[in-house]
């Protein structure tokens, strides 16, 4: 069974359900916080296909303080904002409303690329609009509650006069460095400390203010339950940092039963996206921003690359691999090949259906009509042949029946255009040397260590191509291997005589196509290059 599919199985459908996921906008999202969203969207859009009454949401931690400075930002210009809430700096970008804004925008396209469409909370507006009051309240009325549960549950002694809220300084905005040290019902008292953390500097100022309205939050792992109850969250995973025991989690799961009266959500740990091994950080800049996996794949691809691996796994993504894209281009189809044959009965199919970009609300299911796929690695070969007719190749190579409307489709030319897009990318950025060739126009030096069967092969190859027009690669490559029988050469010998006088390799490309390019382009080229080049290079 679909891994989303098995672990909503045991939820109520008579329960009103909200499926939530949430982040801090602290800088560009790199490309390993796509796990957690997708993982939550995808839940949601099985709850949907499972007949559950459900709705999405994700919230924007912009209330939280800047407590890491990103290595792509103006150090003169972003420390003194060290400590301030996110949707209090001013944004990079000059244009957009806040530091928040401009990298929770970014990653919202990122979201909507995949097709998610979460409703999007803000803290600040829910600080703001009074939302969190109530559980304010609850949780500084019952902070001698918080302290034992942090004590029983994470072995952290809390003082006495510690409080799980923190004021935004009235005079240097930061709350990073403030500090509530009195609760009297109505005001909290607090200091602004200078030595309370190392990110951030406070002014010293002390007073007193009002918990409500904005003025402050709660401390993240008493927000975290207070935000389910705000929200009416039913279902929520996270990542096995915050679920360790002792962690942020188990004590959520305390927080809100006994604070809040609220029962935690049904939860599930996700494991790590890395990238070549290594778990991301965006304030560090290690590893690809979030909505640049778009240059270099398909919105569909992306998805299926989260959506084909179970949430207890770890998925590595290693671009240093040349292979990674081209396998995954595989391991696609042939998702796309079970689910054509027989729907939505296998895990592959079932995958498929759920790594398309649609919208679930509107019913969306994927065509079942079947669409022929060509193969990207075939595809990234032939784009390295300017004669070729890529359209018309395909054409050719599409299977006649089997479930396919004769020739290329509308829908399967927009599939390869992308493809071809992707394939020129993939070859510019990730490609290994062995899957690049071009057309050497001086001698390769290698020639030289033909044989002489293999020499005579090329100079009876040559004639093939004056006797006799060839219309497809295909046509030429059969001509080819009977040649080789003909003469009493090991195909494979025979074929690497080609490509060492061509590309200087002893493999390559499909010899037919290859050859037919080359005598398309240049006639006079490799009717020389196939006789008096090669014999002008004795074996030594």
């Not at 949601?44 to 407590?67: H, I, L, R, S």
């Not at 009325?141 to 942090?150: E, L, M, Q």
């Not at 759920?354 to 784009?383: C, E």
């Amino acid at each position: 069974m679909f891994w989303a599919d098995q672990l909503i199985q045991n939820l109520d459908k008579k329960t009103l359900h909200r499926v939530d996921d949430q982040s801090t906008p602290s800088g560009h999202y790199h490309v390993g916080s796509l796990r957690a969203v997708a993982i939550h969207g995808i839940v949601y859009e099985a709850m949907k296909k499972a007949g559950f009454d459900v709705d999405f949401t994700y919230v924007f931690n912009d209330m939280d303080p800047m407590d890491g400075l990103p290595t792509y930002l103006d150090e003169k210009e972003y420390l003194p904002h060290m400590g301030k809430p996110l949707f209090m700096i001013p944004a990079p970008d000059g244009k957009s409303e806040s530091f928040a804004v401009q990298y929770s925008n970014e990653y919202h396209q990122t979201l909507k690329n995949l097709g998610f469409t979460p409703d999007i909370k803000w803290t600040s507006k829910m600080y703001k609009n009074g939302e969190f009051d109530e559980y304010i309240k609850r949780a500084l009325d019952h902070a001698d509650t918080i302290r034992k549960i942090y004590k029983e549950v994470a072995k952290q002694d809390k003082p006495a006069n510690w409080y799980p809220f923190q004021v935004i300084c009235p005079n240097c905005k930061k709350i990073g460095s403030s500090l509530v040290t009195d609760w009297n019902g109505e005001e909290v008292t607090y200091e602004c400390k200078k030595d309370l953390v190392t990110w951030s500097v406070g002014c010293g100022q002390t007073g007193k203010i009002s918990p409500f309205g904005g003025t402050g939050k709660l401390m993240w792992k008493v927000e975290w339950p207070a935000g389910w109850a705000v929200l009416n969250i039913t279902v929520e995973g996270s990542g096995k940092d915050h679920m360790s025991q002792g962690g942020s989690h188990d004590i959520g799961l305390r927080i809100a039963p006994k604070v809040f009266s609220y029962n935690p959500p049904f939860s599930f740990m996700t494991e790590f996206f890395l990238v070549g091994g290594a778990k991301m950080s965006s304030s560090k800049g290690v590893g690809f921003r979030a909505i640049e996996i778009f240059d270099i794949m398909p919105a569909e691809l992306a998805k299926f690359l989260i959506v084909r691996v179970p949430y207890k796994r770890a998925i590595n993504f290693d671009l240093t691999i040349p292979a990674t894209i081209p396998d995954l281009f595989d391991e696609y189809d042939r998702c796309a090949l079970s689910y054509f044959e027989s729907g939505t009965e296998t895990d592959l199919g079932r995958i498929y259906e759920a790594s398309q970009i649609g919208s679930i609300r509107d019913g969306y299911k994927p065509s079942p009509t079947k669409i022929y796929m060509p193969r990207f690695r075939q595809v990234a070969t032939l784009i390295q042949m300017p004669s070729v007719d890529i359209y018309e190749y395909f054409a050719k190579q599409k299977p006649v029946g089997e479930g396919f409307k004769p020739s290329l489709t509308d829908e399967e030319k927009k599939l390869l255009d992308e493809r071809i897009r992707f394939a020129h990318i993939w070859l510019d950025r990730y490609a290994d040397e062995k899957d690049k060739f071009h057309v050497y126009k001086i001698v390769p030096t290698n020639a030289k260590e033909l044989e002489e069967d293999q020499k005579a092969y090329l100079g009876r190859v040559a004639s093939l191509l004056l006797e006799k027009e060839y219309f497809d690669g295909e046509a030429l490559q059969q001509a080819l291997f009977e040649l080789s029988k003909e003469l009493g050469v090991p195909t494979k010998k025979a074929f690497q005589a080609i490509y060492v006088a061509l590309i200087d390799k002893d493999h390559g490309p499909k010899a037919g196509w290859l050859v037919l390019d080359e005598f398309r382009r240049d006639k006079e080229f490799i009717i020389k290059r196939f006789t008096d080049d090669i014999r002008l290079h004795p074996n030594s």
